[in-house]
């Protein structure tokens, strides 16, 4: 005989579920196709992939990690990738001349294996590289070339040698502030002075001017199949190359107030223009303005650039951002870092702050996106002090980020569940002012590893 009535344990399970609604848990995304001109997605950029996500597939090191390992250099290091050979490679910016070095590290020992110093260029020495498809470096030198940094072994012995160079005319006083690879084959850049411009498989230079002329690019640029997203400190593009050179597709100003907020680099968005969606990972484009007392949340539709939701985020007390949102799905995260003290040199060019000190107040918000109704809804808002860009891994479903707590400056990596912004586990990192993580981008290795910049090289944290 059939029994066709349930357990008293699944009925009650089942009331359980439905009186307490859905899940507030993130929804489900979907990634953009890989770019064919980069490496693997997730350690390709500073940003994981072409769209500025802040996400990767892989697993971190989890809740019980081993003990973080120190990575000495000499050098403040921002920026660490790795292309499809598993070598790291780490751009530095070195103390004694302010200029770019690119150190090739050992994987498993993180030691140096070589390095090729770079003249000096702008955005502390060149922050804003990629890795691309034949594992190169792609960056841009003082010189103002574009430079294709190749690495090989003959026996014990590593070189890092230039493999290709194009030469980038730009006008006195300007430079290159961002590099990337567009998914039409093309090398696309933008520039402090806002300029924006690509570089074709065969070596032709095609730059225009953004706006009026009186635009500056002081963030990374993106790119999906519909074109390369850029955000000055007025506006956000959505270019293409044309038969007449760069095609503005849409411009959608921003409120960028009156002056930069502490805690930030530039007066205007902190944001990389990040793509996003459901369905295909880039249906939208999400940046942060810089209204006072509040910033927004502007979400803007990919295809047109019509402004899906805006939502003013964090608090009065906490509401200024220099980093990139992490998107995925429909939610988007926020870390504030209204009053970080970044050093004096990173903000010389940057204008005066208003006010011009404040206490780093810290804090972080998820928001959800609902393209239906074009609402945007605040799903959470917790009091995190995060001392780094936040990193979505999306195959362990945690946020991982740095926490910069109490007075001798102690250092941690942090796990948050994104569902509700709680703190899953902290594992210890450094202490003091070299351990330092000045609110740049960890990247997690397809083993699990996570390495973190520091003013003092780097550090890695392993399963």
């Known amino acids: 005989m059939i029994r066709r009535t349930a357990p008293a344990t699944v009925l009650l399970a089942l009331v359980v579920v439905l009186m307490a609604g859905p899940a507030v848990g993130p929804a489900a995304g979907a990634a953009m196709p890989p770019n064919p001109y980069a490496g693997p997605d997730g350690t390709w950029n500073m940003h994981g992939d072409a769209g500025a996500s802040d996400t990767t597939p892989f697993e971190g090191p989890g809740a019980d990690p081993s003990p973080a390992q120190p990575a000495p250099l000499p050098a403040v290091c921002p920026t660490i990738l790795s292309g499809a050979d598993g070598m790291v490679q780490a751009l530095c910016t070195e103390y004694i001349d302010r200029a770019p070095s690119l150190y090739l590290l050992d994987p498993t020992t993180l030691l140096p294996v070589a390095r090729r110093h770079l003249s000096a260029g702008s955005l502390l020495g060149g922050v804003y590289a990629y890795v691309d498809n034949e594992s190169r470096l792609v960056t841009v030198d003082g010189s103002g070339s574009l430079l294709w940094l190749a690495h090989s072994r003959s026996g014990l012995r590593w070189s890092i040698d230039v493999e290709r160079e194009v030469p980038l005319t730009l006008p006195e006083g300007d430079a290159v502030t961002t590099v990337g690879p567009g998914y039409d084959s093309n090398v696309w850049f933008a520039t402090a002075q806002g300029r924006a411009g690509y570089v074709t498989p065969d070596g032709d230079v095609v730059i225009a001017s953004l706006g009026a002329g009186d635009e500056k690019v002081a963030n990374s640029i993106s790119s999906a199949p519909s074109g390369v997203a850029v955000t000055t400190d007025h506006a956000t593009y959505l270019l293409r190359a044309g038969g007449d050179g760069v095609r503005t597709v849409w411009r959608q100003p921003y409120d960028r107030g009156e002056a930069r907020k502490p805690g930030q680099l530039s007066h205007g968005s902190g944001s990389t223009p990040t793509f996003f969606g459901k369905r295909t990972g880039a249906e939208f484009v999400v940046i942060t303005d810089n209204a006072a007392p509040r910033e927004n949340l502007l979400v803007y539709r990919a295809r047109d650039g019509r402004e899906v939701c805006q939502l003013p985020i964090l608090t009065e007390e906490s509401s200024g951002t220099e980093n990139s949102p992490v998107a995925w ?84 990596l942090a796990r948050i569940d994104p569902a509700d912004g709680q703190i899953l586990s902290e594992t210890f990192l450094g202490l003091g002012p070299l351990a330092n993580t000045l609110q740049m981008v960890g990247t997690i290795l397809p083993d699990g590893t996570l390495l973190q910049g520091t003013l003092a090289g780097l550090v890695a944290v392993r399963r």
């Not at 005066?352 to 959470?380: L, N, Q, Y």
């Not at 808002?381 to 109490?406: K, M, Q």
Request: glycine share 10%; hydrophobic share 30%; with cysteine.
């Open 329 to 412: 799905g429909n939610s988007v995260y926020i870390a504030s870092t209204y009053g970080y003290p970044y050093p004096a040199q990173a903000t010389e060019d940057a204008g005066e702050s208003i006010p011009a000190k404040a206490d780093f107040a810290g804090g972080m918000e998820r928001t959800d996106v609902d393209e239906r109704s074009g609402a945007c809804e605040s799903v959470w808002r917790n009091e995190v002090p995060s001392a780094a860009v936040p990193r979505l891994s999306r195959g362990e479903d945690v946020l991982y980020t740095v926490t910069r707590r109490g007075s001798g400056l102690t250092w941690r």
